[in-house]
């Protein structure tokens, strides 16, 4: 399976993006697809996933206010969106496999991050 992450761009504090992450095949309820960030200076740290057997999600305690991971299985996505975004939340943000795994040198597959920007 290959991903591929979209949507990043620069907005406002306070504003919204939503993140996509395209797979490259009919894969989704065979992988826990995860989004992670690894902001500027900083390690890769997990964000959250959700699973492929039955669509549950999880959060790092920090977004789960603010972000909602979602799937569209008939489009293979995945998608964050991204409420009350604050200038802590700039980052390269990647889906990948085995997403609900929030060690970061598990082996897995990484899309293409894209990047956030949060700034006024």
């Known amino acids: 399976v290959q991903l591929q992450a979209s949507g990043g761009g620069l907005v406002q504090p306070g504003g919204s993006l939503r993140l996509s992450c395209a797979a490259s095949?009919?894969?989704?309820?065979?992988?826990?697809i995860g989004w992670f960030r690894q902001a500027p200076g900083k390690e890769r740290e997990w964000v959250s996933c959700?699973?492929?057997?039955?669509?549950?999600?999880y959060y790092e305690t920090s977004v789960e206010d603010r972000f909602t991971i979602s799937r569209d299985k008939s489009k293979n996505m995945v998608y964050l969106q991204m409420n009350l975004l604050k200038p802590e939340h700039t980052a390269v943000y990647y889906c990948?496999?085995?997403?609900?795994?929030?060690?970061?040198?598990?082996?897995?597959?990484w899309g293409r991050g894209t990047l956030v920007t949060v700034s006024s």
């Open positions: 959700i699973t492929g057997r039955d669509g549950k999600t």
């Open positions: 095949e009919s894969t989704l309820e065979s992988y826990n």
């Open positions: 990948a496999t085995e997403g609900c795994d929030e060690r970061i040198t598990v082996e897995r597959v």
